[in-house]
């Protein structure tokens, strides 16, 4: 049972036995003397009002009132009905004439176990979090609202009523109604029991209404997913790299001990088949295992190779409609399922036998949730690990310098696969300088070497990969006479050209205009579409290769269910030849017939405001390079880039990992960034500028005077600008903190932020362990 005690532990709170905010005095001595045992629920909300808070479990409801149920119960002067989650149960001496009651509850079965609660008490002490927001999260709204169920009535029969059968006195319909019931194994709806019987339903409420059947409302489900057969396959012989990996892994299994093993391997090195092996040893236990996947385009590939070795495997993501994630959700619940594969939400799969978590990708910033509550999966994945006692694998060519930081100092076990499978090489990277093809006179994404390339690769039979990290068709719209650049009205963001219904849309707020056929500030005809989408770089492939198929895969082509399983089958299957895409092509997926990948501009991060823009370039073109030279027929990578000698384009050239993080830890360290300090963004936005910029600049100076009273090493960087500094037609300002010691970095803004005063038109976020920056 999670108690009042085991709450405070986590959230520094005092219960008091008052159904009021937890922030208060103790009770008064004759409030004391008041007092009787009691049993108390606690109970939080995933809206307003924050905070935890008591009541009173009256005893019709003590066995259903129960940690990890959601209950009814009244609130404020009024005694509205809200529905919270009860997060503790007691029995506590207080005073009884305090506390409302708890009027229902809402659900007949444990939506979260003990674990899983402790674990959103952690999140929300560390992501600054309500807790009842981060309980909803854990939650998914299908499992809340039992999607694909309905409530129905069953009809039986008691042992009294079919004892004296023969003796009553019955219309010829209800004692053929009644019999039939009484014989039934089985309770039964009054529709079956109608359908049976051959009668109406007048005689079957008869019965109902003289109390000669009990009636029981029961919720059963009414949709269900239809699993594909599989045959399973038999493991794939691994090599000596492999081996020590696995035997790394299941050593902890066999010691039943945490371990945090950071599997860093090469692109097409055999990491999967390691996962799979280290989850069969898991099943072999009777223990089930979660693998975390950052894209959704990952988890129809990822899913099939683990359907094909083991027979019972769920899968979670946001494309599942409600129903499906509930049934996915109680097939896991009930421990039907050995494998659980999914997105970042999947790392709170309701497991009751855990024995295993993989993350593949670790590096990937898609496993940061970007809304409250604003967790990052691999972090929630090592505190459920370390919890349940078990191994947490995470796997990547291209690891985070955190988690390699956490090699360094030992705190993570670190495993290396040096090699690809079968002994293949790495595909050779050439960097194609597009400042030389510009002076050469180069007007489209597609250069000439990567012209020629394309041609070589198609001629002889094999497929290419072409990624470029930007939708649309043209990524502005700018006048040659006056310079103006076309812009969102509601963001400082310049509108992007689609072709498709040619307008301009804004890829922050969705605003739609349509594309302008002169500039709206000087009325100047000529006015340019300029840069390049996926859709530009489509229609030059296209019409630079009218026999070759080719597919685009972007957020803007990807839209309905299923979407991404069938472009990729139709890839892998050889129907498209080359496959178009944004980031979500770039990672994870395996293709042998692919021999040639294309860059088409490897700077489009490169110069951001941010610390980690060297480091994600680096990832994403080593991981892009990854996707060739995976069978037979070998591969090569062209990359094209305004900055061939930057040091993180040099080292993915030459993929290597070690050269990237030698020279890039250095200026970490010098400049206090992670993972060599803790930080935390802190964003206000708001309709009005000088509020906005008042009200942030009055947050800094609580933080400084909190930073001075205490003396903690606590940086403050800003308040500023946000890069992006108005969104939605709200103005935005940020700043970063950052310090060696994470609980002092935390300490800090607690204290500091509770002493806020916050005014109604500005709203702002704490964004601990922040990815983005803009």
Not at 9 to 17: F, I, P, Q, R, S
Not at 387 to 393: D, F, G, M
Not at 703 to 712: F, P, S, Y
Request: hydrophobic letters at 35%; glycine letters at 8%; one cysteine or more.
């Amino acid at each position: 049972m999670v108690t009042a005690g085991c709450i405070s532990d986590y959230l520094g709170t005092k219960v008091n036995g008052h159904q009021q905010n937890l922030f208060e005095t103790e009770p008064t001595p004759w409030e004391l003397d008041d007092a009787s045992e009691c049993h108390v629920a606690t109970v939080v909300f995933s809206g307003e009002p924050q905070g935890v808070f008591d009541y009173l479990v009256p005893e019709r409801l003590r066995e259903s009132v129960r940690v990890g149920r959601r209950i009814q119960v009244p609130l404020g002067r009024g005694n509205r009905s809200m529905v919270g989650y009860c997060v503790g149960v007691e029995d506590r001496h207080v005073v009884a004439s305090q506390l409302k009651e708890v009027r229902s509850v809402v659900d007949q079965r444990d939506l979260i176990s003990e674990p899983m609660m402790q674990m959103a008490a952690w999140m929300s002490k560390r992501y600054m979090s309500p807790w009842g927001q981060v309980l909803e999260a854990i939650v998914p709204s299908g499992v809340r609202g039992q999607a694909g169920t309905r409530e129905m009535i069953f009809l039986s029969v008691s042992t009294s009523v079919a004892a004296r059968l023969t003796q009553l006195k019955l219309p010829k319909k209800q004692a053929e109604a009644l019999c039939h019931l009484a014989g039934s194994v089985e309770p039964l709806t009054p529709s079956q029991l109608a359908t049976a019987v051959g009668c109406t339903q007048a005689p079957i409420t008869a019965l109902r209404k003289k109390g000669l059947v009990h009636s029981e409302i029961r919720r059963v489900r009414t949709t269900g997913v239809i699993e594909e057969h599989v045959i399973c396959e038999e493991h794939l012989t691994l090599n000596d790299d492999q081996a020590v990996a696995l035997r790394a892994i299941t050593s902890a299994l066999d010691q039943q001990r945490h371990e945090t093993i950071l599997l860093h391997g090469v692109t097409g090195s055999g990491k999967t088949e390691v996962y799979i092996r280290a989850i069969d040893e898991v099943i072999r236990y009777g223990r089930q295992a979660i693998v975390l996947v950052p894209e959704i385009s990952l988890t129809p590939q990822t899913r099939e190779r683990f359907r094909s070795r083991f027979p019972r495997v769920s899968v979670l993501h946001s494309n599942l409609d409600a129903s499906e994630r509930h049934w996915h959700w109680e097939q896991i619940s009930r421990g039907d399922v050995q494998v659980v594969v999914g997105a970042r939400s999947a790392v709170f799969a309701p497991t009751p036998h855990l024995g295993l978590v993989v993350l593949d990708e670790e590096h990937d910033a898609s496993f940061k949730q970007e809304s409250s509550p604003r967790y990052h999966a691999r972090d929630v994945a090592l505190f459920r690990a370390k919890a349940e006692n078990i191994p947490l694998v995470l796997g990547t060519a291209t690891p985070s310098l955190e988690s390699w930081y956490q090699t360094e100092q030992s705190n993570y076990q670190r495993v290396t696969l040096p090699r690809r499978i079968m002994g293949r090489p790495l595909p050779e990277v050439v960097t194609v300088d597009l400042r030389v093809e510009v002076q050469a006179g180069g007007r489209g994404a597609i250069s000439r070497p990567l012209q020629r390339a394309l041609e070589t690769a198609l001629s002889e039979g094999g497929q290419a990969i072409l990624l470029l990290n930007r939708r649309g068709f043209s990524t502005h719209i700018q006048c040659p006479s006056c310079g103006h650049v076309v812009s969102c009205p509601d963001c400082d963001i310049a509108l992007t050209h689609h072709r498709e219904g040619d307008k301009a849309v804004c890829h922050y707020c969705d605003h739609l205009a349509p594309a302008p056929v002169e500039c709206p500030e000087c009325q100047f005809s000529g006015i340019r579409f300029l840069g390049f989408g996926t859709q530009r770089l489509e229609t030059e492939v296209r019409a630079r290769y009218p026999k070759a198929s080719c597919l685009r895969m972007d957020s803007d082509t990807m839209t309905r269910p299923g979407s991404h399983e069938a472009a990729l089958k139709r890839f892998r299957e050889g129907e498209i030849q080359i496959l178009i895409g944004t980031q979500m092509i770039a990672k994870g997926l395996d293709f042998p017939n692919v021999t040639l990948v294309g860059v088409v501009n490897a700077d489009t991060a490169l110069h951001f405001p941010d610390f980690r823009a060297a480091e994600r370039t680096f990832q994403l073109v080593t991981q892009v390079a990854g996707r060739t030279g995976r069978g037979s027929k070998g591969g090569h990578v062209l990359v094209q880039t305004y900055s061939p000698d930057h040091p993180a384009i040099k080292a993915a050239q030459q993929h290597d990992y070690l050269q990237f993080a030698s020279y890039e830890l250095p200026i970490r360290e010098e400049y206090g960034y992670p993972p060599y300090a803790a930080m935390i963004r802190l964003v206000a936005r708001g309709l009005s500028k000088a509020t906005t910029q008042q009200f942030i600049e009055g947050v800094q100076e609580q933080l400084q005077a909190t930073i001075d009273a205490t003396g903690v090493q606590v940086r403050v960087l800003g308040p500023a600008e946000a890069p992006i500094a108005k969104i939605r037609g709200k103005f935005r300002f940020h700043m970063l903190l950052h310090g060696p010691n994470e609980s002092d970095l935390h300490d800090t803004v607690r204290t500091a932020t509770s002493k806020v005063r916050q005014p109604s038109d500005v709203q702002w976020i704490v964004d601990v362990d922040p990815q983005n920056m803009l």
